[in-house]
């Protein structure tokens, strides 16, 4: 099993900058690909962003790139998301979210694809 506690989401003005942390707990994080997604009011949840378990290999949503960066530490459990040039349509709830694969290759966009979430971090961004 696999606990995810996200943190660090607020409210920002457009064209800031956010950093949102996933702390993980048991002794797979190392073995897991993590993701972000975001889920706005009355919307889906929509991917944002992927890392693999060595953080080799990364994706991210077309509205994202460029701007968001994931990234992880292994040893401190944690995936990050730094979020800059903050627009309002970025406002949502994130969600970390978490699949065991082992060192194998792996990679989706899918909420389905992730057997583990967080309760999620409010981001809203101002206009």
């Known amino acids: 099993q696999v606990q995810l506690v996200e943190s660090g989401g607020g409210l920002v003005q457009a064209g800031g900058s956010l950093r949102l942390s996933c702390a993980a707990s048991?002794?797979?994080?190392?073995?897991?690909?993590m993701a972000w997604f975001r889920q706005a009011p009355g919307k889906e949840r929509d991917f944002v962003a992927f890392i693999s378990w060595s953080g080799g290999n990364t994706d991210y949503a077309d509205s994202v790139k460029g701007r968001f960066t994931i990234s992880r530490d292994n040893a401190k459990n944690t995936v990050y998301l730094q979020m800059n040039s903050l627009k309002p349509e970025d406002t949502a709830d994130y969600y970390c979210a978490g699949v065991v694969t082992g060192r194998s290759y792996y990679t989706s966009n899918n909420p389905h694809g992730y057997d583990y979430w967080g309760q999620g971090t409010q981001v809203t961004v101002s206009s």
């Open positions: 048991g002794r797979t994080f190392s073995n897991c690909a």
